[in-house]
């Protein structure tokens, strides 16, 4: 995953901005940021998740997700380091930093889930 492939990904949910902050890139829904590129370098973005949800993914993807140093991180922000990225893992990361996002500014009828997405692990069911 690259940074461009991070932009694309964040540029295309709903009503999605790119602006910038502190000298990086960040993705906004109605003008709360959800994900960020470049801290602490280049080969990182952040996803802004709950803490539940952030346990969820760094259990589920350890190499890809590691809660952000600090107290943003004990709040959910969560680093993502794009080389060991996919769009299967990150996706759902970026879909549910931008609804838990999106609660706090859009209307209901602007949201287009019921609920944060879970994280995808490679278990296959039993039996198959």
Do not use: C
Request: glycine share 8%; net charge positive; aromatic share 8%.
């Amino acid at each position: 995953m690259t940074a461009d492939d991070f932009r694309r990904l964040a540029l295309s949910f709903a009503e999605t901005e790119e602006r910038a902050h502190m000298n990086h890139p960040d993705f906004r829904v109605a003008g709360r940021i959800f994900a960020t590129l470049g801290h602490p370098d280049a080969r990182w973005g952040m996803v802004s998740l709950t803490p539940v949800l952030q346990e969820e993914f760094v259990k589920a993807a350890p190499k890809v997700f590691k809660p952000v140093k600090g107290g943003w991180g004990i709040r959910g922000a969560t680093n993502v380091f794009l080389p060991a990225a996919t769009q299967k893992t990150l996706r759902p990361a970026l879909e549910a930093a931008w609804y838990t996002t999106s609660l706090k500014g859009l209307k209901p009828s602007a949201r287009t889930r019921k609920g944060p997405p879970k994280p995808r692990t490679n278990r296959r069911k039993e039996g198959a």
